[in-house]
């Protein structure tokens, strides 16, 4: 009989791991120290719902509690970077993940002095906190094979490097506006995408991975359609937004008028942009109408993913991916 989409987060965690070759010794470099064994796996815990959400975590009072005094208990006094010791996943390695307050302004209501927990925490391999997080789920659950196609919505980034040295199909882009044509590279290589419009043939990617992006786009609907179209059948998107977590609804900051000017519902926010010192524009803050506009997308069914651990160098909030599958 066939796993429900529920029960794969849960089952196989033994088995992959040892496909995935986490107990095999690494090279130390940098802050990174020769690892022979992992912690023990976090625990992955999947809402459906607003609702589902906030009663979970009302009935783990005591362990969200618990995770806030340790995250507070990482912070080293005096406001400079320091660093947490935890398990890099993606790497396979003990880690010195760096912590500091880089882009963490808006995060701490202008000076005050928690650190950007999600953005930081960073691994020397590159890899911060969001994108390790996100990375676990998707070995974890998804257990891709060296070979599956994979689509990824970036390409000048250190998850793009570390995809392209482990699976053997992965296409990368970065959007490059109209002066080179969508599937077309440039004098750099990098390829030119728009998740409204992509390239991509129907039916060809296994797996779509895009984090902190659909909320730089003004369709964000048109983009899942265009993730499902691409998609095979029983592939999946992993997806990371900026995200309301007590909201039911989508936080709209910004739209475009018909005459394709723009107009600011909220003060204008930027997130960065690896080709551009000016920033992405956000539109929105994401709500958990999220899953059911992944539906409305033509995937049979969408969760959130949520992963905390200090072992893992996983501090702060609960980090959620969310998983949709065609």
Known sequence: ?????????????????????????????GGRREAISHPDLPTLNTYRSVEAFCLSHVEREEEIAERAR??????????EAFHVEG?????????DFLVD????????GGGGCEPNWRERLVCPCGLNNRIRAALHIFRRYCN?????????????????RWLTARYDAVIGSEYLGIGVAYGETDSNGVRNESLMSLSLADDTI?????????EHLSDYQTALTEICRILQPGGYLLLSV?????????????????????????PPEYHGDPLSDTGCLC?????????????????ADAVAVGIWSRDYGHLGDEQLVFVARK
């Open 1 to 29: 009989m066939r796993r429900s989409f529920l029960g794969k987060l849960e089952n196989h965690s033994r088995h992959i791991l040892e496909r995935l070759g986490l107990r095999e010794r690494a090279q130390a470099a």
């Open 70 to 79: 340790i995250t507070k208990a990482s912070v080293v006094a005096g406001g």
């Open 87 to 95: 398990y890099c996943d993606p790497c396979g390695v003990q880690a």
């Open 101 to 108: 307050y880089s882009g963490g302004e808006d995060q701490r």
């Open 144 to 160: 891709p094979s060296a070979s599956d196609p994979i689509y990824v919505t970036e390409q000048v980034t250190p998850l793009y």
């Open 206 to 214: 296994r797996f779509v991975l895009s984090f902190d992006v659909l």
């Open 242 to 266: 900026p995200f309301l977590v007590q909201s039911s609804e989508t936080l709209v900051r910004a739209r475009v008028r018909q005459d394709g000017s723009i107009e600011h519902l909220l």
């Open 283 to 299: 539109f929105y803050h994401f709500g958990w109408d999220l899953l059911e506009r992944c539906r409305q997308a033509g995937f």
